[in-house]
């Protein structure tokens, strides 16, 4: 893979994390994300129905159900829990660990789940990466204004449990979708589920102010053409370990970015936190190597990369 696709794609994830912040701001996070994805939803159903219909064609209903239901995981539930989280106080770096631990959620579900063998190595890596999340959640409840509940903390969990099940269900699906299919399907599904949470709400009315607009420009061509495509094109180009790999590079991106951008803590115990987490991912991967490789069955198997590299 181009060294610049992983960079790529560790940059434009963690800047979901910055324009979750410039958004939070300004208005609620349900006008946020139903601002963010109704034009969107908008302009590539439009380029769905017109440009790439061919794209859609062999698509079946099992298929796009399965699809709605990955993108109401992998960004309608993950996202709201993301914006909720940062709106109730959490710093945008406690909340990119926090969810960041993923890659040792994913690997210890991958028995269960995908029949693979998890290793003592592999669980000793995902105890040093829990280690670090409650150092930095310590670190930043300590260091905070004291006006963020205890349970605020608590909400990036939810959303980094709706992106895993959201990548087992992909990857279990015998039906490979591209990028391009998938995008389009789960923003459409956002939008919808979004839009229905502000008219409910009463929060469909976005504020006129340019920072908000900005932050929705941030968030559509940065965070979702840049990170959430690039996820899920990595994620069928190279399989779950290499992008489980590089999501465990957002917290030391994002908390960097947010002290320098919002001047939020970045102590001692932060950065110790992070180097944890750091250090559980090497070791997990260390486990991995050493694990005896598993039969590829239907499900398991990854989708074929030339139907996914389109």
Not at 180 to 192: Q, Y
Request: charged share 10%; net charge positive; aromatic share 10%.
């Amino acid at each position: 893979m181009n060294a610049l696709l992983p960079l790529a794609f560790v940059l434009t994830w963690s800047s979901g994390f910055i324009g979750a912040k410039l958004g939070a701001g300004s208005a609620p996070a349900t006008t946020v994300l139903m601002w963010r994805f109704l034009p969107l939803a908008v302009a590539l159903t439009a380029v769905a129905v017109t440009v790439a219909r061919r794209r859609f064609q062999g698509l079946t209903a099992r298929a796009v159900a399965r699809q709605a239901v990955v993108g109401a995981l992998s960004q309608s539930g993950y996202l709201l829990t993301v914006y909720y989280a940062i709106q109730l106080g959490v710093s945008s770096g406690t909340t990119a660990l926090i969810d960041g631990t993923q890659p040792l959620v994913a690997g210890a579900l991958a028995g269960p789940l995908l029949g693979q063998y998890v290793s003592r190595t592999q669980w000793y890596g995902l105890a040093l990466g829990v280690a670090g999340v409650v150092l930095v959640t310590l670190a930043d409840a300590s260091g905070g204004s004291g006006d963020t509940p205890w349970w605020a903390y608590l909400v990036p969990f939810l959303g980094m449990l709706s992106l895993v099940a959201a990548t087992f269900l992909d990857r279990r699906s015998r039906t490979p979708v591209g990028p391009a299919v998938s995008m389009t399907l789960h923003c459409a599904t956002s939008a919808v589920v979004f839009t229905g949470l502000a008219l409910a709400t009463g929060t469909a009315t976005p504020p006129a102010e340019s920072s908000f607009w900005l932050s929705i420009g941030w968030l559509v061509v940065l965070s979702t053409f840049g990170g959430y495509g690039l996820y899920w094109l990595i994620l069928r180009r190279s399989g779950v370990t290499r992008v489980n790999t590089l999501m465990f590079l957002m917290a030391p991106v994002t908390a960097l970015w947010g002290a320098l951008m919002f001047g939020e803590l970045f102590g001692v115990r932060t950065g110790l936190g992070l180097a944890l987490g750091l250090a559980a991912v090497v070791v997990v991967h260390r486990g991995e190597a050493r694990c005896p490789a598993p039969p590829v069955t239907a499900s398991a198997a990854p989708a074929p990369t030339a139907r996914s590299a389109r």
